[in-house]
């Protein structure tokens, strides 16, 4: 059976024993343990070594008028299982009672005996001691030990069941767990107080990366697991966090794998040793590294134990710039110490006293001598607080006032009175300045040593209540490279944006866009009454413009970024995609609807008439844009943009790396929605160049924008394609695609609204009135070079009257400038007389029933000539006269006269009708003849 098992069984009572019950209890299974040790032969050792507390208490016991204060005190003087020895504290504690003794003012009327046994570094040894402590006169007041943490690990477990306060300079991160050890305070820092500084250390160099190894036991695990929580709460990336008990093949590959450059180690001497002589054959050491020995306890030479498969000069090299942090040990400063000398004179006195040839020397034997301070201290302190607790007889009647020497293993008001006064103890020691803080823990300084040229330089001090490093002005840091290490790769974020002069130069070509669409639209309405505008339809091209500008506006939105709008987010992107949408819509939808009347016109029959109102192609124009508009709402709802960082390339150079990243705008289905968009946008385009193909042979100024649809479909598809191809080449750089996305969508835009308004401002700019435009269609006329496929192709469905009618218009037309035109005149007479005389005419005209078909071929344009005005038109000479004579028409309204009435009233043949028709002549006098035309 393991003494061990039995301690675990003790711990889990966590009941109170104030009741005599309870405490009867638990004496007998301290007495069970005690029995166990009988039986491993420990009392023998122990009663071998029990001259320890007699040699102590005969230095003090030459005071007989004050009383005794007795201390429980355990230490492993001797180690004959292994473990750490402490012998050479012997001397210090028993220094340390000898001054708290002979101190004025402390204690007065009180002396102080400290009953101290070996307890072997053996946790069953100390809890055996403790049951003598607790069985044997006189009563304890606190514990003072062990130095050994394993063995002051079960004391601590039991001693608050007897309100027993413990002090002592043990280092294990276990007893750090308050909860379970409440009487316990530490004289000097723990092993976990050794973790803030290298915290400190990693936030002064700007270490973010690092990795940790320690050795696979349940001690430095605690440790590990303590450093972690402090790092990452700090932000600190912990990469790697592994454990090893032999050579760290694999962890060391981990830690090369990972770049990682600064290493904690956390393990005894030869685990160390195996760690760096690990890190020396992969190459882990030198300037790109920086190790971190988390040593409270190492010897100078530590590394230097040929021990591995490493020479010693190899770990010397290894070991180079080691970075190690211990427990100040002994004051640096010099500053006088509470027993009124410095430390150098409590070295001297330590070296010389009696029982240091017996015992030795031991480092530590400085927190020894100030935890007896630290007992006195809070003794002494507690007395006016416990002198004002009564003593009450069995009845509750007042006795006296409590003193120090009444305290009993179940006073829980005295108990309370010590800890408050022991977390309150301040004084400056053989260790430094010395507190606790609220956990109970020492609060001091912590050293920080540097490994340089093969000896250990002390670089800094830490302190703890300040959490603040103080670094040695005349030993500073010292590193194998130009500086300190890096934590790694030293990375870098690139955000790449548009170039903002290139976004300043794309938005004022932009704004000069939009001012020259603003010129266009001014004059398109300004001029609306003008002969050429009314023809091109001034409310469709009103519809053009705005698409235009809305591009221009697309240019500006698309230059937009979380750097210039900090507002920006996925809205952002849904506008952006909108607007060129809209835009392409407004300005080519309504160009086709141009386009389509104008081919309605020239295709239909003559004698078969449609209106085709304004509204009703920007009703067209309006349901393209529904469309647009269904399609992007169901985008919106079902995969909405989503603005994303996204990371492109990481160049690396040297210990830096740059990693480049950029906003884009990004859904599930982008191909998916921007497919239906292109095919809804392909088919229009195609639309409109079946139209203008088909209209291309009809010449009527500022009605057929055919030629002008042909060129901006051309310019915009291969700009388009080219841009496309373009921007996937350069979709990863911001500034290339805004380039030459804004320059395609104003260059496309700019050809376009110049390609089709240009034109128009020329005409109105020669003639602003647009007479010369009116007296220059009633020279030409409707001029149709041919009419569509079914003219050109001779259909059967084309009489050879109307082709006579259209010859004979253009012969009135061309008899109009007969001064000037002599020569084309009679071509065309010929060329009409040749026509009549055909085989075909011949057999039409002797069937025709009309008497005047065979009459001069000058009468329908004198009718004509008639009927716009020109009085006493006889012949086509009177004609002529008049309007060589420049002489206007008297009764112009006639123009707007039903054309039905003057057949039937001037009875004008059905055949010159037509010249009427071709003249501007509507059908119906209440209808706007530039609004609608009927065929």
Not at 529 to 550: C, D, K, Q, V
Request: glycine share 6%; aromatic share 10%; with cysteine.
């Amino acid at each position: 059976m393991k003494l061990v098992g039995v301690r675990l069984q003790l711990t889990s009572c966590k009941q109170s024993l104030s009741s005599p019950t309870m405490v009867i209890i638990h004496n007998l299974v301290l007495l069970l343990l005690h029995f166990l040790c009988v039986c491993k032969n420990i009392i023998a050792d122990v009663n071998a070594n029990s001259t320890v507390s007699t040699a102590t208490a005969d230095v003090e016991y030459n005071q007989t008028d004050e009383i005794e204060l007795a201390i429980a005190g355990l230490m492993p003087i001797s180690t004959p299982n292994g473990g750490w020895n402490a012998a050479g504290v012997v001397p210090a504690i028993e220094m340390a009672i000898s001054d708290v003794n002979n101190r004025t003012g402390l204690l007065e009327g009180y002396r102080l005996r400290l009953y101290l046994e070996d307890d072997h570094c053996d946790p069953g040894m100390a809890t055996n001691i403790l049951y003598k402590h607790l069985t044997a006169e006189p009563t304890k007041l606190m514990i003072l030990g062990s130095g050994c943490s394993i063995a002051s690990v079960p004391v601590a477990n039991s001693a608050h069941y007897y309100n027993l306060l413990q002090a002592s300079f043990s280092t294990s991160g276990e007893l750090s767990e308050k909860g379970r050890f409440p009487m316990f305070f530490r004289v000097v820092q723990s092993d976990l107080g050794l973790n803030p500084p290298y915290l400190a250390l990693l936030r002064h160099f700007e270490w973010k990366r690092v990795a940790v190894l320690y050795h696979d036991t349940l001690f430095f695990a605690k440790g590990k697991d303590n450093l972690l929580d402090i790092l990452r709460k700090d932000g600190v990336d912990v990469v790697v966090s592994e454990s090893f008990n032999d050579y760290p093949v694999h962890q060391i590959e981990s830690i090369k794998k990972n770049d990682v450059r600064i290493i904690i180690v956390m393990g005894y001497e030869d685990k160390t040793r195996r760690a760096f002589c690990e890190g020396y054959k992969q190459g882990v050491y030198g300037a790109k590294y920086a190790w971190h020995i988390v040593s409270g306890w190492y010897e100078e030479d530590w590394y230097t134990i040929n021990d591995t498969v490493c020479s010693p000069a190899q770990m010397t090299e290894a070991v180079e710039g080691t970075i190690s942090t211990f427990q100040m040990l002994l004051d640096v400063t010099n500053t006088t110490t509470i027993a009124g000398s410095d430390v150098d004179t409590y070295y001297e006195r330590y070296l010389d006293w009696p029982s240091t040839e017996v015992y030795g020397t031991n480092e530590w034997a400085t927190p020894a001598y100030d935890s007896v301070w630290v007992v006195a201290l809070a003794l002494n302190n507690s007395r006016e607080e416990i002198e004002k607790q009564e003593i009450l007889d069995e009845n509750g009647t007042f006795i006296r006032y409590k003193r120090l020497e009444d305290f009993s293993y179940t006073d829980e008001d005295m108990s309370r009175a010590f800890k408050e006064a022991m977390l309150n103890v301040k004084f400056h020691g053989v260790t430094g300045p010395f507190q606790f803080n609220s956990d109970r823990e020492r609060q001091g300084i912590v050293l920080v040593h540097q490994t340089q040229g093969g000896r250990r330089a002390l670089v800094a001090l830490y302190q703890d209540a300040t959490a603040s490093l103080e670094f040695n002005e005349a030993i500073p840091f010292q590193w194998k490279g130009d500086g300190p290490p890096v934590d790694g790769l030293t990375w870098y974020v690139q955000d790449l944006t548009i170039i903002p002069a290139l976004f300043y130069v794309a938005c004022a070509m932009a704004s000069i866009g939009l001012l020259l669409a603003v010129v266009f639209l001014v004059i398109n309405i300004v001029f609306r009454e003008h002969g050429y505008i009314r023809m091109s339809s001034p409310r469709l091209n009103n519809m053009i413009i705005l698409g235009a500008m809305t591009a221009y506006l697309s240019v500006i939105f698309f230059g937009l970024d979380s750097k210039t709008v900090p507002g920006y987010n996925s809205i952002f992107c849904s506008v952006d995609t909108g607007i060129l949408v809209i835009s392409f819509t407004l300005g080519f939808g309504a160009m086709f609807a141009k386009t389509w009347r104008v081919y309605k016109i020239f295709t239909n029959k003559i004698h078969k008439r449609q209106a085709l109102h304004d509204t009703h192609l920007m009703g067209f124009v309006g349901l393209l844009l529904l469309i647009d508009a269904v399609i992007l709402a169901t985008w919106q709802v079902f995969d909405p943009w989503v603005m994303e960082v996204k990371n492109l390339t990481t160049e690396i150079t040297g210990d830096v790396a740059v990693v480049y990243r950029m906003e884009t705008c990004e859904c599930n289905y982008t191909f998916y929605w921007l497919g239906a968009i292109y095919a809804i946008k392909g088919l229009l385009l195609l639309f409109g160049c079946f139209l203008a193909y088909e209209t291309r042979n009809v010449c009527v100024d500022g009605l057929n924008d055919s030629k002008q649809i042909c060129v901006s479909v051309y310019n915009i598809v291969v700009l388009c394609v080219l841009g496309l191809t373009v921007n996937l080449a350069v979709q990863n750089n911001p500034t290339l695609t805004f380039g030459f996305t804004s320059s395609i969508i104003i260059l496309s835009t700019t050809f376009t609204i110049c390609l089709l308004f240009v034109p128009k401002v020329k005409v109105i700019i020669a003639d602003p009135s647009g007479e010369e435009l009116k007296r220059k269609r009633l020279r030409e006329g409707l001029s149709v070079k041919g009419s569509m496929d079914g003219m050109r192709k001779h259909d059967s469905d084309l009489s050879v009257d109307t082709s006579t009618e259209i010859l004979t218009a253009k012969v009135a037309d061309l008899k109009w400038k007969l001064t000037e035109k002599d020569d084309e005149i009679k071509k065309l007479n010929d060329k009409m007389k040749s026509a009549e005389n055909t085989p075909e005419n011949v057999a039409v005209h002797s069937s025709g029933n009309d008497p005047t078909l065979n009459a001069n071929k000058e009468f329908c344009s004198k009718e004509v000539y008639a009927n716009l005005g020109y009085s006493d038109v006889k012949n086509m000479a009177d004609a002529e006269t008049q309007v060589e004579q420049n002489k206007s028409p008297k009764t112009a309204n006639k123009l707007s006269k039903n054309l039905e009435q003057i057949v039937k009233h001037r009875k004008i043949p059905e055949k010159c009708k037509l010249v009427f028709i071709n003249l501007g002549y509507s059908d119906d006098e209440d209808k706007d003849p530039d609004n609608v035309i009927y065929v």
